[in-house]
């Protein structure tokens, strides 16, 4: 009878260690070993987690359901059902399993992060970063990281960094407690620490996936797409069908502006995974910046349909600007903005689509209330301080003189390749990229976060090296320096052109504040300031929610003085560098546009081609929010629609100092 025993429990360890390797072998053993001992309860688990590893889940389903019935406390069992359900594209079920793992274990670490993984699915940001948050305070043993675990859940983010950082002076090479540490650092906003602990986690341990997902999460954030593709197809070679993972894929390939492929990427995931309100989303974002509106609207229609509460979704469809809402959909957002349930995220995105709803029904007045509660509760997580700003343009003012340009003359990297289109966001810009972009020398490529970047960096060196700040710092360098800066933003900027034209367009709104720094680093870059009248573009700003940043635009005081802050130090650059840049007058483009055209194209010592003026038949991706108007002919009824709004505008009116 031993001598069986042992026979059997042998057999069962060969069947444990083939599922890593050779699932099908260990679905073979399984299976011998049940012909022997029918219904025997290791034997079966071990069986359905093989099917499930091979992807024949609805096999796996039919045997690890029953089981876990038969034993409802098991955590493993249920945890192989929830993966089984998220394998079949069933998020709720999933979920609803993998809630019944932790709360068998607790202490189950890849059940928290597959939770927070199926939340995320699903939409619900909140459950999924508590969920993370629990998985890395279960993948861990030493109390101090236990302990360092439960402040991150507590949001108490500066406990947990002391916490950490003493634990890493002790054991600066434990992986787990350095992604920690990444996430008390991207918690806290500092992305760049956040990246550079990862890229060691994984240096440390090449097969700590979950570090290696943050890191390509995080790169993604930082906008260096090339980096985090590279992250991503390792995670896919690892687990091709992870719907995670192919998510991250297909946003990493928008980022890189191979918008076509990215939409067949969602299309594939979507066809696998269904129900992934975010992931439709995601989809529609895609349609649209390739133009196709209808498929766009109706994928956004898709995550609706599947999560009636993501605000976001709702705010995708009022973006397009083209788009009206149904009184049915009206009515639908108002339910959702009288539930208490509802999340802060998705009300203040409710809060933008009402808003536009309304105003394209002409009930500026309830359409302005609600613009005006979701500007405040914007606020709440993203405030603005204008004295900062203020503050950093009289630096610049300060720093960028005659005396340094002319000590300069000469220096940098003399390519004339790019043509910086520059102002305030709702200002014309994409108007002027698009026309640019008709053009047979010019490509238009996105709004590239790369001089911005080079800036932060300089200003991370100055840190580390005591010396001044950014801008302070430019005066330190010497005309090498310049030049390696200038080639680094040119071979960063080279992987968005695809079509190996001269010229490229960076179109990136707040590069104004840094013109001083690219005149010092490519001389022979294009200018081009997009400029509208203060009202209608603060206004337009305002009833704006942008997807990151832009947290000048939430309040009509800040987006007031932040407008003055960029007119007076471009007026500045106007004094110091006279003529260097090309101002393009939205209204004056509206009322003449081939005469404004020429201007422009002249400039940037480009022929007039009349296809520029046909610019809406450019059917180019655009990622903007002007992507609709921009594929129509230019039309001057938006240009005075601020005007239906002016009783309640007072305090943009005093900080513009307008006529009242």
């Known amino acids: 009878m031993s001598e069986q025993a042992g026979t059997f429990s042998q057999a069962l360890a060969q069947t444990a260690r083939l599922l890593g390797p050779r699932p099908d072998l260990a679905e073979e053993q399984a299976r011998e070993i049940l012909k022997v001992m029918k219904g025997q309860p290791q034997a079966l688990f071990y069986l359905g987690v093989a099917l499930r590893m091979q992807g024949k889940t609805a096999e796996a389903l039919a045997i690890l359901e029953p089981l876990a019935a038969i034993q409802p406390h098991a955590a493993d069992v249920l945890y192989e059902v929830g993966l089984a359900w998220s394998a079949q594209g069933e998020s709720r079920k999933a979920i609803r399993f993998l809630e019944r793992t932790v709360a068998a274990n607790p202490k189950h670490p890849q059940a928290w992060r597959a939770l927070g993984d199926e939340k995320g699915l699903l939409g619900d940001e909140k459950g999924a970063d508590a969920a993370y948050i629990r998985h890395l305070q279960a993948s861990v043993n030493d109390p101090r990281l236990i302990e360092a675990g439960t402040a991150l859940y507590e949001n108490k983010l500066a406990v947990a960094e002391r916490i950490l950082r003493g634990f890493l002076k002790e054991n600066p090479t434990d992986a787990p407690a350095i992604r920690m540490l990444a996430e008390t650092a991207s918690r806290l906003g500092r992305h760049d620490d956040a990246e550079r602990l990862l890229a060691r986690a994984v240096e440390l341990a090449p097969s700590f996936t979950a570090a290696r997902h943050n890191h390509a999460s995080v790169l993604l954030r930082l906008n260096k797409p090339r980096e985090a593709m590279a992250q991503a197809e390792i995670l896919l070679r690892s687990d091709p069908r992870n719907p995670g993972y192919r998510a991250l894929y297909a946003a990493v390939l928008s980022q890189l502006g191979e918008y076509a492929q990215s939409s067949r990427a969602y299309a594939s995931l979507l066809s696998d995974f269904p129900n992934q309100p975010k992931g439709w989303m995601s989809y529609g974002h895609s349609l649209k910046t390739l133009g196709r509106q209808e498929e766009s609207i109706a994928a956004y229609r898709q995550a609706i349909e599947r999560l009636p509460s993501l605000g976001e979704v709702w705010w995708s469809l009022a973006n397009l600007k083209t788009f009206r809402f149904t009184p049915e959909d009206i009515q639908?957002?108002?339910?959702?903005?009288?539930?208490?349930?509802?999340?802060?995220?998705?009300?203040?995105?409710?809060?933008?689509?009402?808003?536009?709803?309304?105003?394209?029904?002409?009930?500026?007045?309830?359409?302005?209330?609600?613009?005006?509660?979701?500007?405040?509760?914007?606020?709440?997580?993203?405030?603005?301080?204008?004295?900062?700003?203020?503050?950093?343009?009289?630096?610049?003012?300060?720093?960028?003189?005659?005396?340094?340009?002319?000590?300069?003359?000469?220096?940098?990297?003399?390519?004339?390749?790019?043509?910086?289109?520059?102002?305030?966001?709702?200002?014309?810009?994409?108007?002027?990229?698009?026309?640019?972009?008709?053009?047979?020398?010019?490509?238009?490529?996105?709004?590239?976060?790369?001089?911005?970047?080079?800036?932060?960096?300089?200003?991370?060196?100055?840190?580390?090296?005591?010396?001044?700040?950014?801008?302070?710092?430019?005066?330190?360098?010497?005309?090498?320096?310049?030049?390696?800066?200038?080639?680094?933003?040119?071979?960063?900027?080279?992987?968005?052109?695809?079509?190996?034209?001269?010229?490229?367009?960076?179109?990136?709104?707040?590069?104004?504040?840094?013109?001083?720094?690219?005149?010092?680093?490519?001389?022979?870059?294009?200018?081009?300031?997009?400029?509208?009248?203060?009202?209608?573009?603060?206004?337009?700003?305002?009833?704006?929610?942008?997807?990151?940043?832009?947290?000048?635009?939430?309040?009509?005081?800040?987006?007031?003085?932040?407008?003055?802050?960029?007119?007076?130090?471009?007026?500045?650059?106007?004094?110091?560098?006279?003529?260097?840049?090309?101002?393009?007058?939205?209204?004056?483009?509206?009322?003449?546009?081939?005469?404004?055209?020429?201007?422009?194209?002249?400039?940037?010592?480009?022929?007039?081609?009349?296809?520029?003026?046909?610019?809406?038949?450019?059917?180019?991706?655009?990622?903007?929010?002007?992507?609709?108007?921009?594929?129509?002919?230019?039309?001057?009824?938006?240009?005075?629609?601020?005007?239906?709004?002016?009783?309640?505008?007072?305090?943009?009116?005093?900080?513009?100092?307008?006529?009242?």
């Open 332 to 660: 639908a957002m108002r339910a959702q903005l009288a539930r208490t349930e509802l999340s802060h995220d998705d009300r203040l995105h409710f809060e933008f689509a009402l808003g536009k709803a309304l105003e394209d029904r002409a009930e500026y007045e309830e359409s302005f209330r609600h613009y005006e509660t979701g500007n405040a509760l914007r606020r709440q997580s993203l405030p603005y301080h204008p004295e900062q700003t203020e503050e950093f343009a009289a630096r610049m003012k300060a720093v960028f003189t005659p005396e340094l340009f002319a000590r300069h003359a000469g220096d940098g990297c003399l390519a004339p390749d790019p043509i910086f289109v520059v102002g305030l966001p709702r200002s014309g810009s994409t108007l002027v990229e698009q026309i640019l972009a008709s053009h047979s020398q010019v490509e238009g490529t996105m709004e590239l976060h790369d001089i911005g970047q080079l800036a932060r960096g300089l200003a991370r060196w100055s840190r580390e090296e005591g010396e001044t700040s950014y801008p302070e710092i430019v005066e330190t360098l010497s005309a090498g320096t310049l030049k390696e800066t200038g080639e680094t933003y040119l071979a960063r900027a080279q992987v968005h052109r695809k079509l190996g034209r001269p010229f490229f367009v960076d179109k990136m709104p707040h590069n104004f504040l840094h013109i001083g720094l690219i005149q010092l680093i490519l001389p022979n870059a294009k200018i081009i300031d997009a400029r509208r009248n203060p009202m209608a573009c603060c206004f337009s700003c305002f009833k704006q929610h942008f997807a990151r940043g832009q947290s000048f635009t939430y309040g009509l005081e800040g987006v007031g003085r932040y407008y003055t802050s960029y007119v007076s130090l471009m007026e500045h650059y106007d004094r110091v560098m006279p003529g260097r840049i090309h101002r393009v007058i939205y209204e004056d483009m509206v009322a003449d546009p081939e005469v404004e055209t020429r201007r422009l194209l002249a400039y940037c010592g480009l022929d007039f081609e009349p296809g520029c003026l046909r610019f809406y038949e450019n059917d180019r991706a655009v990622r903007t929010a002007s992507s609709e108007q921009v594929r129509m002919p230019i039309f001057a009824d938006g240009l005075d629609q601020w005007r239906h709004y002016e009783p309640w505008l007072g305090p943009l009116k005093a900080v513009l100092r307008q006529p009242g």
